[in-house]
């Protein structure tokens, strides 16, 4: 749910800024291209491919931008377990051409808003399972059960290194567009069993008009975008049933028994917004912001 600002009602200052996106088919920076359209901040998505350097500068020289936005990257087809036969693709793009595109951005005094995961963390005794003790930034991944999940933590430590990037790791991303194939929401009203276990989500209606705002206030290093808070497999699809289908029935199974039907582990945790928080105090925890930006937007009358 975005809503559009009318031309007189436009900031300003927003013209002063042009944005720079890669990952135009994908679902986050397709959502970015659309709020900067709302925003009246001007943009341009870029048609290099990140493992090529030249092509990047070729795009900067072009657009001229204040910022670039990173939303590119290889998730795999239909899910994370394509990139376990498709490696040195995955290398390709999540690993080199990303720090290729950091490497180009420093180059030309540019901060990069890097779209990451929060996907590389797993409860462990330290964050055990209901406690409400959430990995923080400065915590190193500690899950690597994908081959998708690795590159990122990779690159997430490789890029730490670079003052001009700002990662933002996201989880579980839901928007309010409930017929978009990479909607948390949607994948799990689709399958025929899910598993039930709080989990740290990321609602893009909220987040990336945050992150827009973060990229104004050049903030840099690694942030948690997600809300605050965690929220089950069953509570969302409680409220999937509450707000959009009465009729909806869904099966729990086993994290065993999920596992028999992946080629590659799933994460599970809960990420410390609390830096997010203190920076956006208008921040909504999880389940509030599930209500507000994705449920009754679509609710049925």
Known sequence: MVVPMSKSSMPPQNLSYKFLIYGKTGYLGG?????????GIPYEYGTGRLENRLSLIVDIKRVNP????????VTGRPNADWCETHKTETIRVNV????????????HGLLLMNYASGCTFEYDADHPEGSGIGFKEEDKPNFAGSFYVKTKGMVEELLKEFDNVCTLRVRMPISSDL?????????IARYDKVVNIPNSMSILDELLPISIEMAKRNLTGIWNLTNPGVVSHNEVLEMYKQYIDPEFTWENFTLE????????????????????KNE????????????????KPNMRA
């Open 31 to 39: 959502l970015l291209g659309k709020l900067c359209n709302d925003q």
């Open 66 to 73: 204040t910022h670039v936005f990173n939303a590119a990257g």
């Open 96 to 107: 080199a051409g990303t720090l290729t595109l950091a490497d180009v951005c420093k180059e």
């Open 179 to 187: 017929n978009h194939p990479r909607n948390f929401v949607t994948k």
């Open 257 to 276: 028994d999920q596992a028999k039907v992946l080629v590659s582990g799933r994460s599970n945790n809960e990420m410390d917004a609390s830096k997010l």
């Open 280 to 295: 956006f105090p208008e921040l909504l925890p999880i389940k509030e912001s599930l209500i507000k930006y994705v449920f």
